[in-house]
């Protein structure tokens, strides 16, 4: 157990660090739409599959629109 406390559990405050770099950061711009964010605030984006892409480009640009949609 010792080693999994080392190797992958971390303090609580980690788990908001992402969401909190998603949200507020000046980093994440309309460029980066595709693209994942990892945990600790960091920018991936590297096999994002296309069926995502599309259905988050708009419906004039050839997408299915799911974020206006939604």
């Not at 157990?1 to 711009?29: C, D, R, W």
């Not at 309309?30 to 600790?40: D, S």
């Not at 994002?48 to 206006?68: C, N, S, T």
Request: a positive charge; proline letters at 3%; glycine letters at 12%.
């Amino acid at each position: 157990m010792a080693i999994l406390n080392v190797t992958m559990l971390h303090e609580t405050i980690f788990g908001a660090y992402t969401q909190l770099y998603a949200g507020l950061s000046p980093q994440v711009k309309r460029e980066h739409c595709g693209e994942y964010i990892v945990p600790w605030g960091r920018l991936w984006g590297h096999h994002v599959r296309q069926d995502i892409v599309k259905a988050m480009e708009m419906e004039e640009k050839g997408g299915l629109g799911y974020g206006r949609k939604f």
